[in-house]
Structure formats: structure tokens, C-alpha cells
């Protein structure tokens, strides 16, 4: 019963205050207490007249910070416009929210969007503050939604929108992350037979006096080299995967020609088109519903594209549409879109429905991925199976070879 009520005992935690003393004067400082009420009710006893109170963050090294995910966002979108539809103020709706929330780390941040807010910033300026967590393109629609009146509308259009563009990411990683993750294994086996098992045969082997198959020599030799060089070996793969990705995240050009690359791929690149394609569609589809003006869409969307070949395509899109050209044709120009997403486009136009049918095209290369990726893990099965038994069973015949030879000369 005693430790049962000592877990009901809620812990002191620091809280920043804001207010004015008995002589007016405007205070600040820190605070500890259990809850911000009882802040108040203590700052009061001492002359305090407080206009906020708020707990402070703990950015402590010793603090376990949990990552803040897509679906954390999704999730706070997706709530934030339940609230709103079904009446609950802004600033009450955040506390609601945050305490329905699991990750601390994005409890934290909503709290800190609350105090903004409470602090007479908008809800699009708040979000502003943390570009790490919330793109350009999301703070643009949300200030489009706060001007038009239709916030809780727009809340859940991004929820939407994150939620798809992450089902998209999710597959185009299911179609690499699988053979990677065999490769990788097929690497550590192997290294793992040729640093520890083949030493074993060649002591073996040195016994026997007489000259092994070319075949054994050659697995030999390259076991020999691993095991004598094998620190060096791993750090030059290491040395170049650092510069890999240190040159994509630095390097334009780089990363650029790696983007040209990708598309070119056998497979491969027909996904990240289609993916790209998707991508694009649907967050033009998005951004032009929300009343987001069209070339400042093409904008967001060439961001968003994650592709520099797209990025500069839908740049020249924009520029020819801001002269007065029609999108259709500003597309077909650029030869790098699909010409069902071109026909598409075109009939959204005619018809006055740009958005609907953007939002199908997106829809129609979202199906295409997830086929192409079906497709892609079953074909590479088999690949796999064959590249791991090329690799392992070498092995094994290079080492028993030479005892099979011997077998037959007895």
C-alpha cells in the first residue's frame, strides 16, 4: 500500500514564468512545482501576477530524446483537425492533443507551437520555428488555411498528404531494402568463411605435399589477403561510404548525377520515375485544392520533388507558366512526364477540375509503384538465392576439392 502511494506522488518539474510583481514590473524566472496551477497559486502567495506559466523543456545530455517520425506528424495533423471540426479552440485543442501523444520528443514540440500561439504568433509562424520537423511546404498550406478560414480543412488535406507521400517513400524502400539487406548478409558469410574456415583447410592442405587445384590456390590467395589486410580493407569501405554520402549532401553536381543515374537504371529507374511522377502529382494536387496560387505550387512542388532532373523541369514549368502558357503544354516540353499523366493534365484543364485529376494521376502511379515493387521482390528472389549459392558453394567446392582429389589418387 506505501509504494502504491508513492507512485500516485506527482514529481516537481521547473516551470518559466512570466508575470508582474505588487509594483508592476514585469518578472520572469523559474519555478518548481507539480502543476502550473499550483505555479500560480505559489507565485501569487508572493506578489506575483502571472501571465504564463509553461513548463521548461529539458534539452539535458543525459535526456533520451525519441525521433520524431512522418507518422508523429501525421498523427498531430490528423488530431489537430478532429479538434478543430468538432469545435475545440486552437490553444485548447494543442493541449488535448499533446497529452494523447507517446513520443515525448513531439509532446515537446506542440507545447512549444502552443506557447507561440498563446504568445500571439499564428499557427503557420509557430510551425516556422521548427524547419526540421515542418517543410516550407506544409507551414504554406496551413497559413493558406488560417487566411481562408478553413484551418481545420487544410489540417487534414496535409494529413492526407503526409500520408500518402509516406506510403510512397515505404515502397520505393520495401524495393531496395530487401536485396541490400541479403547482399549484406552474403558479404558477412563470406568474409566470415574466408577470414576463419579457409585458414583451416590451408593448414590442411600444407600437410598433404602436393600442389592443390588452381581454383583452391586462387581462393586461398584472396583468404590470405583479407585476412592479412583486413583492418585496411574495412576501413577504405568505410572511407568511402563516408565520402559517398558526404559528397551527395555537399556536392550539387553529385548529387545530381547520382538523381540521372537513378532514372537510367534498368528496373530501378522505372520505379523512381513513377514514384517521382506520383510525388509530384499529388502535391500539386494538394497545394493547388488548398487555393495555393499555381506558380507558387510548382514552387513547393519542385522542392518536393526529390529528384534534381524533376526539380529543374517543374522550375521551367513554372517559369513558362508564369508567361501565360498552358501547364499542358509547359509539361510536354520538358519530355520528362509521362504522356498519361500529360493527357491527364490536359483534361483537368479543359474540364476545370485540375486538382481531381492530379489527385488520380497520383493515385494511378502510387498503384504502379507498389506493382513494380511486387514484382521487382519477386524476381529478385531467385537472383539472390543463386548469387548466395554461387558464393557459398564455390567455397565449399574450393575447399573439398582438393581432398576429393586425393580420395581418388589413394
Same mark, same amino acid.
Given at each position: 500500500?506505501?509504494?502504491?502511494?508513492?507512485?500516485?506522488?506527482?514529481?516537481?518539474?521547473?516551470?518559466?514564468?512570466?508575470?508582474?510583481?505588487?509594483?508592476?514590473?514585469? $518578472?520572469?524566472?523559474?519555478?518548481?512545482?507539480?502543476?502550473?496551477?499550483?505555479?500560480?497559486?505559489?507565485?501569487?502567495?508572493?506578489?506575483?501576477?502571472?501571465?504564463?506559466?509553461?513548463?521548461?523543456?529539458?534539452?539535458?545530455?543525459?535526456?533520451?530524446?525519441?525521433?520524431?517520425?512522418?507518422?508523429?506528424?501525421?498523427?498531430?495533423?490528423?488530431?489537430?483537425?478532429?479538434?478543430?471540426?468538432?469545435?475545440?479552440?486552437?490553444?485548447?485543442?494543442?493541449?488535448?492533443?499533446?497529452?494523447?501523444?507517446?513520443?515525448?520528443?513531439?509532446?515537446?514540440?506542440?507545447?512549444?507551437?502552443?506557447?507561440? $500561439?498563446?504568445?500571439?504568433?499564428?499557427?503557420?509562424?509557430?510551425?516556422?520555428?521548427?524547419?526540421?520537423?515542418?517543410?516550407?511546404?506544409?507551414?504554406?498550406?496551413?497559413?493558406?488555411?488560417?487566411?481562408?478560414?478553413?484551418?481545420?480543412?487544410?489540417?487534414?488535406?496535409?494529413?492526407?498528404?503526409?500520408?500518402?507521400?509516406?506510403?510512397?517513400?515505404?515502397?520505393?524502400?520495401?524495393?531496395?531494402?530487401?536485396?541490400?539487406?541479403?547482399?549484406?548478409?552474403?558479404?558477412?558469410?563470406?568474409?566470415?568463411?574466408?577470414?576463419?574456415?579457409?585458414?583451416?583447410?590451408?593448414?590442411?592442405?600444407?600437410?598433404?605435399?602436393?600442389?592443390?587445384?588452381?581454383?583452391?590456390?586462387?581462393?586461398?590467395?584472396?583468404?590470405?589477403?583479407?585476412?592479412?589486410?583486413?583492418?585496411?580493407?574495412?576501413?577504405?569501405?568505410?572511407?568511402?561510404?563516408?565520402?559517398?554520402?558526404?559528397?551527395?549532401?555537399?556536392?550539387?553536381?553529385?548529387?545530381?548525377?547520382?538523381?540521372?543515374?537513378?532514372?537510367?537504371?534498368?528496373?530501378?529507374?522505372?520505379?523512381?520515375?513513377?514514384?517521382?511522377?506520383?510525388?509530384?502529382?499529388?502535391?500539386?494536387?494538394?497545394?493547388?485544392?488548398?487555393?495555393?496560387?499555381?506558380?507558387?505550387?510548382?514552387?513547393?512542388?519542385?522542392?518536393?520533388?526529390?529528384?534534381?532532373?524533376?526539380?529543374?523541369?517543374?522550375?521551367?514549368?513554372?517559369?513558362?507558366?508564369?508567361?501565360?502558357?498552358?501547364?499542358?503544354?509547359?509539361?510536354?516540353?520538358?519530355?520528362?512526364?509521362?504522356?498519361?499523366?500529360?493527357?491527364?493534365?490536359?483534361?483537368?484543364?479543359?474540364?476545370?477540375?485540375?486538382?481531381?485529376?492530379?489527385?488520380?494521376?497520383?493515385?494511378?502511379?502510387?498503384?504502379?509503384?507498389?506493382?513494380?515493387?511486387?514484382?521487382?521482390?519477386?524476381?529478385?528472389?531467385?537472383?539472390?538465392?543463386?548469387?548466395?549459392?554461387?558464393?557459398?558453394?564455390?567455397?565449399?567446392?574450393?575447399?573439398?576439392?582438393?581432398?576429393?582429389?586425393?580420395?581418388?589418387?589413394?
Amino acid at each position: 500500500m506505501a509504494k502504491a502511494a508513492q507512485a500516485k506522488i506527482v514529481k516537481n518539474a521547473t516551470f518559466m514564468y512570466e508575470g508582474t510583481d505588487s509594483r508592476g514590473t514585469k $518578472v520572469k524566472g523559474e519555478y518548481s512545482g507539480k502543476t502550473p496551477a499550483l505555479v500560480k497559486s505559489e507565485l501569487r502567495k508572493q506578489g506575483i501576477k502571472t501571465t504564463k506559466v509553461r513548463k521548461k523543456l529539458d534539452f539535458s545530455l543525459g535526456s533520451s530524446k525519441k525521433k520524431i517520425t512522418t507518422m508523429d506528424l501525421t498523427i498531430f495533423m490528423r488530431q489537430m483537425a478532429t479538434m478543430m471540426k468538432a469545435g475545440v479552440p486552437l490553444v485548447q485543442s494543442f493541449d488535448i492533443v499533446a497529452e494523447g501523444l507517446d513520443n515525448p520528443s513531439m509532446r515537446e514540440v506542440v507545447l512549444g507551437i502552443k506557447y507561440d $500561439v498563446e504568445g500571439g504568433n499564428n499557427f503557420a509562424s509557430a510551425l516556422k520555428k521548427y524547419p526540421m520537423h515542418f517543410e516550407e511546404l506544409v507551414c504554406s498550406l496551413v497559413d493558406a488555411g488560417e487566411q481562408s478560414g478553413a484551418l481545420e480543412t487544410m489540417l487534414d488535406r496535409i494529413a492526407i498528404y503526409k500520408e500518402k507521400s509516406e506510403a510512397l517513400k515505404q515502397k520505393v524502400k520495401k524495393a531496395l531494402k530487401y536485396p541490400i539487406s541479403v547482399v549484406c548478409v552474403a558479404i558477412v558469410v563470406t568474409g566470415i568463411l574466408l577470414i576463419k574456415v579457409v585458414p583451416v583447410f590451408k593448414d590442411l592442405f600444407d600437410s598433404f605435399g602436393a600442389e592443390l587445384p588452381a581454383f583452391t590456390q586462387f581462393v586461398i590467395g584472396i583468404s590470405e589477403t583479407i585476412t592479412a589486410s583486413w583492418i585496411y580493407i574495412l576501413l577504405c569501405g568505410a572511407g568511402i561510404f563516408v565520402a559517398f554520402a558526404e559528397g551527395k549532401k555537399r556536392s550539387p553536381a553529385f548529387a545530381g548525377a547520382l538523381d540521372k543515374l537513378s532514372l537510367r537504371l534498368p528496373i530501378v529507374g522505372d520505379i523512381a520515375l513513377k514514384a517521382t511522377v506520383a510525388r509530384f502529382s499529388r502535391t500539386l494536387s494538394t497545394t493547388f485544392a488548398a487555393g495555393v496560387p499555381l506558380i507558387e505550387a510548382l514552387e513547393a512542388c519542385a522542392s518536393a520533388s526529390g529528384n534534381i532532373v524533376y526539380k529543374e523541369a517543374i522550375l521551367r514549368v513554372r517559369d513558362d507558366v508564369s508567361t501565360g502558357q498552358q501547364l499542358q503544354f509547359a509539361m510536354r516540353a520538358t519530355g520528362v512526364f509521362p504522356n498519361m499523366a500529360l493527357q491527364m493534365v490536359a483534361i483537368g484543364e479543359e474540364s476545370g477540375a485540375l486538382d481531381s485529376m492530379l489527385d488520380k494521376v497520383a493515385t494511378y502511379y502510387e498503384d504502379e509503384v507498389d506493382n513494380a515493387v511486387d514484382g521487382l521482390t519477386s524476381m529478385m528472389e531467385p537472383l539472390i538465392m543463386s548469387v548466395l549459392g554461387v558464393l557459398i558453394g564455390g567455397l565449399i567446392i574450393a575447399m573439398y576439392l582438393p581432398i576429393f582429389q586425393l580420395g581418388n589418387v589413394v
